[in-house]
């Protein structure tokens, strides 16, 4: 098998808005740092904004810059704002698929302006609380911000380019890696859905251990460059080939991961698998 690398390293720092692409990070238990550390919630309810029923969501981007200190959020038709960003303050109860999460720090009346126009719903911007402490599941759990249930997705070109020539076999065109918000893309290995058979994997300096299958929702028909659904692929492909009856036929794409040793990661590391499946 050819030596795998790490062809692309993205980070999400607002749940559902736009990823943005990274040389490097440090990686913590819960993710690559910054990773879905802020969510946007129905102002009335506290529940989760999602691509799902808002894909405008895509093209929302958003920078941790300062350490940690400043967002810099952008849209199109929404302009720029910077915010000073609150990691203690006025706690907002949050639900996450139906499940409440406790208390995080609502980041202001600014920040629910920006985005209660940006998104055209009322919304407002939390944060994860100091002290947050969440698990995931599956056959390495690890602990998560944000995310749906996981630290990291884990995803491969020789996946992404087994799913678009299916596509292109049915007269549909290809798809972009980022349909599918992965925070690691792998490239080299030769066999496509090989993260399905990771079980403890090297990256860079940081130890990661396989979760579960990343199942797909309807989030894959959003076009991430223009926050529009553009289905039904890749989701028609995938249902042909990649149904999971243990998941409710769901379809899936991708691997989740836990982070079982921090460290550090950068594009053009090596991806040395410690045991398979």
């Known amino acids: 098998m050819t030596a795998a690398t790490v062809h692309s390293l993205t980070c999400y720092p607002v749940k559902g808005c736009a990823g943005v692409p990274l040389a490097g990070s440090a990686v913590t238990a819960t993710g690559l740092v910054h990773d879905r550390t802020f969510m946007v919630v129905d102002a009335a309810d506290g529940s989760f904004r999602s691509q799902r029923t808002l894909p405008r969501m895509a093209v929302v981007r958003a ?162 460059a223009t926050g529009r659904t553009a289905g039904p692929e890749p989701v028609r492909t995938l249902a042909g080939y990649r149904r999971e009856p243990e998941y409710g036929n769901k379809v899936s794409f991708a691997m989740k991961a836990a982070v079982l040793r921090p460290g550090a990661i950068a594009v053009g590391d090596p991806v040395e698998v410690r045991a398979w499946a």
């Not at 704002?81 to 202001?108: M, S």
């Open 63 to 224: 920078d941790v810059t300062d350490d940690g200190k400043h967002l810099a959020l952008s849209a199109p038709g929404a302009g720029e704002l910077t915010l000073e960003v609150a990691y203690e303050g006025p706690p907002r109860e949050v639900v996450l698929f139906d499940r409440p999460l406790g208390p995080a720090v609502d980041q202001g009346e600014e920040a629910a302006r920006w985005f209660s126009e940006a998104l055209g719903a009322p919304s407002r911007l939390v944060r994860v609380r100091p002290g947050f402490d969440r698990d995931g599941w599956g056959e390495h759990p690890g602990k998560v911000n944000f995310a749906d249930a996981h630290a990291l997705s884990v995803a491969s070109l020789a996946s992404l380019d087994d799913l678009n020539r299916r596509i292109a076999e049915r007269g549909g065109l290809p798809v972009l890696v980022d349909r599918f918000r992965p925070n690691i893309v792998v490239a080299g290995w030769s066999e496509p859905h090989t993260e399905d058979q990771v079980r403890l994997v090297d990256v860079g300096t940081a130890r990661l251990g396989y979760s579960v299958r990343a199942m797909r929702c309807s989030v894959p028909l959003v076009d991430q």
